[in-house]
């Protein structure tokens, strides 16, 4: 996919995904920070807390300032397909943790659970890890 031109500001709205939202989770989790990032790597993951942030204040989309984010961010703020914001967002869409929105941007308010490909990347400790962490967060039957 190829992400258009990034211009002084972007708008970024929520993916609608019921069944993500209702099962997945936060950007700012534990599970995130402990099993996205080596998959989506930190910048990525940093932009999603952002995100998720301001889509608390701002429920149904906000504008995103391409410089004053990427500089936060720690990337270069450099418009086009070598620059950082452009590549993170890329990133997040090959993930499909966004996709093109109707004006910019949607971006899920909650990542899925990892799923068997993603999980096999993994070092072996995290493998172990997230296996147990679902047979603890699974009620006994």
């Known amino acids: 996919m ?3 031109a990034l211009h002084s500001s972007l708008w970024i709205e929520p993916w609608r995904d019921l069944i993500t939202e209702e099962k997945g989770h936060d950007p700012r989790s534990r ?21 998720a942030h301001e889509f608390d204040r701002s429920p149904d989309g906000f504008e995103l300032p391409v ?9 270069s703020p450099k418009a086009g397909p070598r620059g950082g914001l452009h590549r993170t ?3 997040l ?9 109707h004006a ?13 490909a993603q999980l096999r990347r993994l070092p072996q400790h995290l493998q172990r890890s997230h296996s147990s962490y679902y047979s603890l967060a699974e009620p006994a039957a």
């Open 31 to 51: 599970y995130v920070e402990q099993f996205w990032l080596g998959v989506i790597g930190p910048t990525a993951a940093w932009l999603m807390r952002h995100v």
């Open 89 to 91: 967002l890329d990133r």
């Open 2 to 4: 190829t992400i258009p």
């Open 67 to 75: 410089t004053d984010i990427a500089l936060q961010l720690g990337i």
């Open 93 to 101: 869409v090959m993930f499909r943790l966004a996709s093109e929105g």
């Open 104 to 116: 910019g941007f949607a971006i899920r308010r909650r990542l899925p659970p990892l799923n068997h």
